[in-house]
């Protein structure tokens, strides 16, 4: 029984290992269908690192006085010399083919001039963001797609087992790798627009006035300031035991070659010639001419040989020297970073979804301003304080009218938009806010569809009128006492006769006597007219009397009798007072 559980158990790990086996060979075959990397050029022997062992100190000591104890080259870029917000100009990259003739050797390859390498030139990590932390490998076909890249190319150098990526790494603006003040050439961009090449230490690599945005390392200094820099390279870079051994061969075997350079102008430049090692390409010298003859003043290697790669638009340009599975083909090799062209940036990319980018500016929807149309700015006022900004326009506050929230509402309007229509009656304003009227003198009531009340007159009715004690009433307007008949006012009439109406009921109904004034009696008016008439004859009568009294007692007797001398009869003058004695004694 044991024997056979024992076989169960050794055919069932037989065939996990069988499985296992099938599985890794089925890996490397995917693997081996991409790539056969047979051509591998590298400065240093496998001994589990890269780069120079010599310090910084070293490598300042080593090279020519005239550049004291600077070991970098540094140039602003073209088009933006301490700008990094000016305008992009056309075209972003220019690429040249060529086919020349080295030392009777014939070679294709490309060049590409870059306008704007501050904010078109980037140094990505392999197939995405974090490629180097997981030692990933793409061909550059495959990273470029990261940016959409124009142009883009093999950089640095990396573990062909392990796939760690090697020298210092900054891909736009983010630390990818430090490796301590390694000593060797270094191509970067700091914020300011700036280009770098040469030996950098830590301190500048980490340095955060003037940080590097982009930041790649090679092997081997080019040109420097427009000199072949190639031995004073070599000093630096080597190891005591390979000042005569593989980099002093790195630097002279014919292989495919990949520079980043920089013309006077502060163009950057990508160049890439085609070569397979030992059989075709060309030596680091004669790269150095070459660029030298086409207006590079500065410039550093990067990866070659195998990894020599050109894309344009996603599509390889050039002739990768590794075989395929097959032979008869070749193949591009997975790699580790890229240097990439793309259309410049905007910042941020989406232009906070209120644009869009074109050239490396935002162009903005609506009423959105600013470099990353983040602004909202609604003309030159910008709603006048009275309304908000929206992205199609002002929304203007209650009370306020469209456009620009500058103006109140029109008369007969009031509100949100000015899209209510006022109520109010008489001629009266309507607050353009709430819509509350505010009456003509005269009139009350919500509306102003009232008028004041019996006694009150004017602007808000607060006048009391003072007609006296002829009249309570006054004109709801003007104040004007019993003129209201003066005016064709019929509502206000009415209302006067409603109030006699009422007067005269509560005055029957309580048995009242109104007050009446004396020159408003008939009665006495009458009686007065009667005693003036009594008074004037009376007076008429006395005046007849006192003429005929003075006519009798003249001492002209013939002028008053002479009517009487006519008929010649005697008249003899009468004393009146005397006559009425005797009559008066006759009687007795």
Not at 85 to 97: D, G
């Amino acid at each position: 029984m044991a024997a056979y559980m024992w076989q169960k158990v050794s055919f069932a790990i037989w065939q996990t290992l069988l499985i296992s086996l099938v599985w890794t060979m089925t890996q490397c075959k995917e693997e081996m269908s991409i790539t056969f990397p047979d051509d591998i050029i590298t400065p240093y022997v496998e001994q589990g690192y890269h780069g120079s062992p010599h310090s910084h100190r070293h490598t300042r000591d080593c090279q020519n006085a005239k550049y004291g104890n600077v070991t970098h080259q540094t140039q602003p870029s073209y088009n933006h010399p301490n700008n990094s917000n000016a305008k992009v100009t056309l075209p972003i990259v220019t690429v040249k083919r060529f086919f020349d003739d080295f030392s009777n050797r014939v070679s294709p390859g490309h060049i590409a001039y870059i306008n704007n390498p501050l904010r078109t030139f980037s140094v990505l990590e392999p197939f995405e963001v974090g490629g180097c932390d997981s030692k990933r490998r793409a061909t550059v076909e495959e990273s470029s797609e990261q940016r959409k890249c124009l142009v883009a190319t093999n950089a640095g150098y990396f573990n062909t087992h392990t796939g760690e990526c090697y020298g210092n790494i900054v891909s736009d603006g983010r630390l990818v790798s430090n490796s301590n003040g390694i000593q060797n050439a270094h191509f970067g961009i700091r914020k300011n627009g700036t280009l770098v090449f040469g030996y950098l230490t830590e301190e500048d690599v980490l340095d955060t006035e003037n940080p590097f945005v982009q930041l790649i390392g090679g092997v081997g200094w080019i040109l420097r300031d427009g000199e072949v820099y190639l031995e004073e390279s070599m000093k630096a870079e080597c190891t005591d035991t390979e000042e005569t051994g593989s980099i002093n061969k790195f630097f002279s075997v014919i292989s495919a070659r990949t520079a980043l350079a920089s013309d006077r102008e502060g163009r950057l430049m990508i160049a890439q010639v085609d070569g397979q090692t030992t059989v075709r390409g060309v030596t680091l010298d004669e790269f150095a001419q070459f660029l030298l003859k086409h207006g590079a003043v500065n410039a550093i290697n990067l990866d070659g040989g195998g990894s020599a790669t050109f894309v344009i638009n996603g599509t390889v340009a050039n002739y990768p020297s590794d075989h395929c599975s097959d032979p008869a083909f070749r193949c591009a090799r997975q790699v580790s970073t890229v240097v990439c062209v793309h259309k410049a940036d905007c910042s941020p990319p989406d232009c906070n979804s209120h644009g869009q980018c074109v050239l490396g500016e935002c162009q903005c929807r609506g009423n959105w301003r600013g470099p990353g149309c983040e602004v909202l700015q609604c003309g030159a006022r910008n709603c006048s304080h009275h309304g908000i900004c929206t992205e199609d326009g002002c929304k203007c506050f209650a009370g306020y009218q469209f456009p620009y929230c500058s103006q109140l509402c029109g008369p007969g309007t009031y509100g949100n938009g000015c899209h209510s229509e006022c109520l109010c009656e008489h001629g009266g304003d309507c607050d353009p806010l709430t819509g509350d009227c505010t009456c003509m003198p005269g009139y009350t009531g919500q509306y102003c569809d009232e008028i004041c009340p019996y006694g009150f007159y004017g602007p808000g009715c607060r006048e009391q009128c003072n007609c006296g004690d002829t009249s309570c009433a006054c004109h709801h307007i003007t104040g004007l006492c019993n003129i209201s008949y003066m005016y064709n006012d019929t509502a206000y009439a009415n209302l006067l006769q409603a109030g006699q109406c009422l007067a005269n009921s509560v005055i029957s109904e309580q048995h009242l006597v109104p007050y009446i004034s004396l020159w408003e009696n008939p009665y006495v008016i009458a009686c007065i007219v009667l005693l003036t008439v009594l008074i004037t004859s009376l007076m008429c009568n006395i005046a007849l009397l006192c003429f005929r009294c003075t006519c009798k007692c003249s001492t002209r007797p013939m002028n008053c009798n002479s009517p009487m001398r006519s008929n010649k009869v005697a008249y003899h003058p009468v004393n009146l007072f005397q006559a009425f004695e005797d009559e008066d004694s006759s009687s007795l």
